[in-house]
Every structure is written in C-alpha cells, then in structure tokens.
C-alpha cells in the first residue's frame, strides 16, 4: 500500500512540475511581450511615481497596442515613445501618462496624473506615431497586475536565479523515472542538470566580482557647480568640466579568484571619452589600472555614463574579444562547462570500469 501511495505522490509531483513548467513558459511570454525591443505591446511596466496613486511602481498595465487601440480621447492613459530615451541610461524607452488635451492637429497634450507641470514643457506634443498603445480603462480605472512588474524586473536583474529555477524543474520534471518499485534518475537528464548547475555556478562567480559605476559630469564655458546627480553610492562626480577640457576617472581591477578571468569593460551613455583598454586577461592575484579620459564636448548639460566591468571566470586563459560582453561572457562559460562537464564524465566512465 506505502508503494501505491509513494508512486502516487511522484505522479501527483509530476504533473504539478508541468504545470509550473507551462506557466513558467507563459510567464516568460509576457517579458519577452511586455518588453519587445523597448515597445511594450500588451502590457508595460509603471517605474516611476508620475502617475501615483492611479499606478505605483512596479504595476503591470494592460494595453491595447497601435494601431487596435482605437480613438485616444481626454482622460485616456497612453504609452509613447520617450524622446529622451538613451541619454541618461536606465531610464525606461516608454512613458506611461494621460492625455488632457487632443489638439486639432490629432496630437496630444500628456501629463503624470502626480505631476504639477504636463510633459509638453520638455518634448513637444506627442504624434499618432508615437504612440504604443493605450491602457485599458474598465469605470475609469487601468487594469493592472499589482506588483507583477517587480517579479518581471527581479527576474532580468537577476537571470542567475530564473537559470537556476528553470533547471531545477527541469531536472525533477525529466529525472524521475519509475522503474520497478524505485524511483531512479535519467542519465541524460542527470547531465543535462548538473551542465546547467555548472554553467549557472560559473555565471554565479562572474556576476558577483563584475561592478558598474556612473560617472556624472556637466559641460560648460565656465566653472560652475554641478547641479543634479545620481542615486547610485558607486557615482563618480567629476564636478563642471570646462569645454575643450578634459578629466580622468582611474579604478584598478583585481583577479580575487583562484582562476583566471576575462575583463570587458562596457561604457554606456552619450559623452566624448576615451579608454585604456577594455579588454585583457587577468591571473589570479593580478591587478591593473584602468583610465577613463573624459574630454569636455558636445550637448551641455548633465552626463552620465555608466561603466560596467565584466570579469568572467575562464579554465582557459585564451582571447577572444566579440566586441560584447554578454556574448562573452556566454562563450566564456559554456566553454567552461562543457570542458568541466567532459572531466566528471570521464572520470564517471573510468570509475564504472574499474
């Protein structure tokens, strides 16, 4: 009797492991949706407190997408093109605001419901064109996801974690297997996982020894003081750089591991600079210096440019700069891997035959 109890609890695991597996299939659905190539279709995702208390941060709102959404009249809640997007990274591609005034030439006159000034002070009114889609209203309230948006953010910010997740269901959901009155593990599936585990446990190690700074600065004809900033404790503030004129940012990179590692810088944002060297190699208790000089031209005005310092964990210490540090860092340790995952494999092998 225990027997048909334990196989009914492994079946009843199963199924319920699939069905996690489908909603987590679905799931990943609505990200790839809610954020594809910076226009959201059906649904986007509320950052700021502009529109508080109709939306807070984090809340997931449904939209009909252009060009299915229909006549846009006062009172209407619209996602549209942020025309600054890009020049201070981190920011969101997309504003979600309502529309208080149609003009006669079919734009609009938007505004954050908490602000206390409309957006057509800074970019001009928004176009048809512009516009991504428009929420859903049922007695004048959006329709939303609370906090949805926060697990959506969490689970991009933190990949290593969605990886993990995914393999361990996976695991469980192919290794069981009922074979008389045991339940044993695939093979296959017992390498499948433990590849996905190191893969994820080297993606682990170079994520938590890369670091991002924000360097901020303003351009100007004369000295002044810096007037904004950032939120980040690691920002660097270079104060007023004159025009013409030049600053250097200087940070050293140190391997603290017993392997060696591959360094790729990445500098993200607008702003005339120069670099060192944002590639190289790294033996372990090595150190270099690297320097950022940043020359005082173009816009005037706040800059921000973003640093990020990717050290990937490498078996073996060979260059190959792709010029993308994500793609990197995706070679890097899939290389090691599966050069890991061929050792205990053989070792397994050579232990059977003994």
Known sequence: MSYFLYYALAKSFKILINILLILLVVFSIIITSSNL????????????????????????VLTIPEPLAGPITNGSIIVFKDPDYGKIPGYPPYIIHQVISRLPNDTFITKGVNNNFIDQIYMPPIT???????????????LIFPYLGQIIVFLRSNIIFTIVLFSILIFLNTGISKKGKDIKFSKVAFTISLGIIIFSFLLILSTIFTTYNTIVYSVSNQQGILAGGVNQPSAVNLGVILYNQSKQYSYSISDKLLFPV??????????????????????????RNVTITILGSGYRGLHQLIVKTYVIVTLLPFSINMNAPLLSLLLYTSINT???????IIVIVAGNKV
């Open 128 to 142: 048809p064109s512009e516009v991504y889609g428009k929420a859903i209203l049922i007695n004048g309230r959006p």
């Open 37 to 60: 190539f910076g226009r959201p279709t059906f649904l986007a995702i509320t950052y700021g407190y502009s529109m508080f208390p109709v939306l807070k941060p984090g809340d997931v």
């Open 262 to 287: 591959v360094v790729t810088i990445n500098v993200l944002g607008k702003g005339n600079y120069s670099i060192t060297d944002n590639y190289f190699i790294l033996y372990p208790k090595q150190s």
């Open 338 to 344: 599966l050069a890991l995952l061929s050792f205990i």
